[in-house]
C-alpha cells in the first residue's frame, strides 16, 4: 500500500521522453479490442478520497491536498502497472478520456474505514500515508471498471473544495507535500 523506490524507478522512463511515454508503455499504443468494447459502457475510473477535515479542522490549503491526491493516483498506477486495466488507462490513445473521480470522507477512521473495506474487496488502492509525520491523507484506486468501483464508495460525497483561510491555531500543511 505503500510507493516503493522501485516504482518511483519504473516510471522514469515515462518521463523522460518528449512525448511522455517511453519504454515499457509502448506495448500499450492500442487498446485491446476487448477493453475498447468495454470502454463505452462501464469506463475505467480512478477514485481519490481526500480527508475533509484536513482543511476544516487542520487548515491546510487546497493545493496541499491536491499534492496529497497526485501522489496517491500517481502511485496506485505505479504499483498497479503490470494490470491491463491500467495500461489501457494510460494508453497514448486513451489519455484524453481519463476519468477521475474526486471524493472525500470525514476523517482518519473513514478513510483507514474505506481502505480497509477496498481490501476484503480486492480492489487495488494506495492509501498515501504523509512522511515524515506518518499519517494518512487520502487514497486512490488502481484504474478499473467502474462498476466494480463504485459500490466502495456509495458512502463517500462528490468533494466540493474551497479555499478556506487557516484557523488559528491549526496545523499547517507539511513542506512540500
Not at 522501485?6 to 509502448?26: E, I
Not at 496529497?68 to 490513445?93: F, K, L, M, N
Amino acid at each position: 500500500m505503500h510507493l516503493c523506490l522501485t516504482t518511483r524507478a519504473c516510471l522514469l522512463p515515462l518521463l523522460r521522453t518528449s512525448a511522455g511515454f517511453a519504454g515499457r508503455a509502448c506495448a500499450t499504443r492500442r487498446l485491446p479490442s476487448a477493453l475498447m468494447g468495454e470502454a463505452e459502457h462501464d469506463p475505467l475510473v480512478q477514485y481519490i478520497v481526500l480527508r475533509r477535515d484536513l482543511q476544516e479542522t487542520e487548515g491546510w490549503p487546497l493545493g496541499a491536498l491536491v499534492a496529497q491526491g497526485s501522489h496517491a493516483a500517481v502511485a496506485a498506477v505505479a504499483e498497479h502497472w503490470d494490470t491491463p486495466a491500467c495500461r489501457a488507462y494510460v494508453a497514448p490513445d486513451a489519455i484524453k478520456r481519463m476519468t477521475k473521480a474526486v471524493l472525500e470522507v470525514k476523517g482518519e477512521p473513514q478513510l483507514r474505514g474505506l481502505a480497509a473495506k477496498l481490501e476484503e474487496g480486492g480492489a487495488a488502492h494506495v492509501l498515501w500515508v504523509e512522511q515524515p509525520e506518518n499519517f494518512p491523507t487520502c487514497l486512490a484506486t488502481a484504474p478499473a471498471r467502474k462498476s466494480t468501483l463504485t459500490p466502495f464508495f456509495k458512502k463517500c460525497r462528490l468533494s466540493s473544495w474551497h479555499d478556506v483561510k487557516a484557523t488559528s491555531g491549526a496545523q499547517q500543511a507539511p513542506e512540500g507535500t
